[in-house]
């Protein structure tokens, strides 16, 4: 039960995910994908941000823009750094929820700016488990900015998943830098 429930709840998520992959790449699986580790029930029943996630052309020209050097590298460079998340886990931690805070107050403060919400995760797990992962992540994020009081118009999300990492070596510590969700401002306040 628990298995059909998770199909039907990613089937959305694994339909734009294949098309995004389908257009990346040439190459075609030759065996079957791992089973995805079960997934947490939601924390909130409100309805989630927007995310490019369901939008693959979208996700495709933003993926294309990073891999150009147009947004965030996962580096904390910007005015919001990264908050980082457990393994398996879309929950913010305690230290999350500061840093948070944090970005709200300066939020506030650029009322012109507006900001995508990257999911990013390390790469256990299928791909397609990841990008839901990934979407799930962003999507938590920007729910605890809007109860904050940013306005949900100023925030957008986009899932990548395990596809683009900040850290490519085979470790935790490794691991734990790839599982975040990274900010990419994408207009700034007037001066």
């Not at 990613?10 to 995004?20: K, Y």
């Not at 750094?81 to 999350?96: A, H, I, K, N, R």
Request: net charge negative; aromatic share 6%.
């Amino acid at each position: 039960m628990l298995n059909k429930r998770l199909y039907a709840s990613s089937t959305g998520f694994l339909c734009a995910g294949l098309l995004f992959l389908a257009g990346c790449s040439q190459e075609t699986a030759s065996t079957p994908a791992p089973a995805a580790a079960p997934e947490k029930p939601a924390a909130a029943t409100e309805k989630p941000p927007s995310s490019s996630l369901s939008n693959p052309s979208a996700q495709a020209s933003s993926l294309e823009a990073h891999q150009q050097g147009t947004l965030g590298k996962g580096e904390n460079t910007g005015p919001l750094q990264d908050v980082y998340f457990e393994f398996d886990s879309y929950d913010l931690s305690p230290e999350s929820r500061e840093l948070l805070k944090g970005h709200a107050t300066w939020l506030k403060a650029n009322p012109q700016a507006t900001v995508e919400v990257e999911g990013h995760c390390d790469d256990r797990g299928t791909s397609e488990y990841n990008l839901a992962l990934g979407a799930k992540r962003a999507d938590t994020v920007t729910r605890y900015l809007t109860d904050l009081g940013i306005p949900m118009g100023r925030l957008s999300t986009i899932s990548y998943g395990e596809e683009l990492p900040q850290c490519k070596e085979q470790n935790e510590s490794c691991w734990a830098k790839n599982r975040r969700a990274h900010f990419v401002v994408k207009s700034t306040p007037t001066a």
